[in-house]
Nanobody, 119 residues
């Protein structure tokens, strides 16, 4: 089992920045992939970014490429999502999720943190 707790959401004006955090606990993450998803009202959940825990390889959705950075801290077992130049369309609930490196499905999810970007 992996427990995930997100924080860092809030209300920000367009053009501003936020840093989301996701603290993981419960087991070692050596072969796992960490991800941030988001879900806007009335829309499907979408993948924002991923990072492999061991090698630190990253992936970004086109919608956030160049504006967001995903990173991880081994000691704190925490994954971060630094979001800059925020746009109103970035508004939504952001979820942290984890899957095994050899699997496709994300098995563990956090409770989500709300990000609201005002125009």
């Amino acid at each position: 089992q992996v427990q995930l707790v997100e924080s860092g959401g809030g209300l920000v004006q367009a053009g501003g920045s936020l840093r989301l955090s996701c603290v993981a606990s419960g087991r070692t993450l050596g072969t796992y992939v960490m991800a941030w998803f988001r879900q806007a009202p009335g829309k499907e959940r979408e993948l924002v970014a991923t990072i492999t825990w061991s090698a630190g390889r990253t992936y970004y959705a086109d919608s956030v490429q160049g504006r967001c950075t995903i990173s991880r801290d081994y000691v704190k077992t925490t994954v971060y999502l630094q979001m800059n130049s925020l746009k109103p369309e970035d508004t939504g609930v952001y979820y942290c999720a984890v899957r095994r490196g050899d699997r496709v499905t994300y098995n563990y999810w956090g409770q989500g943190t709300q990000v609201t970007v005002s125009s």
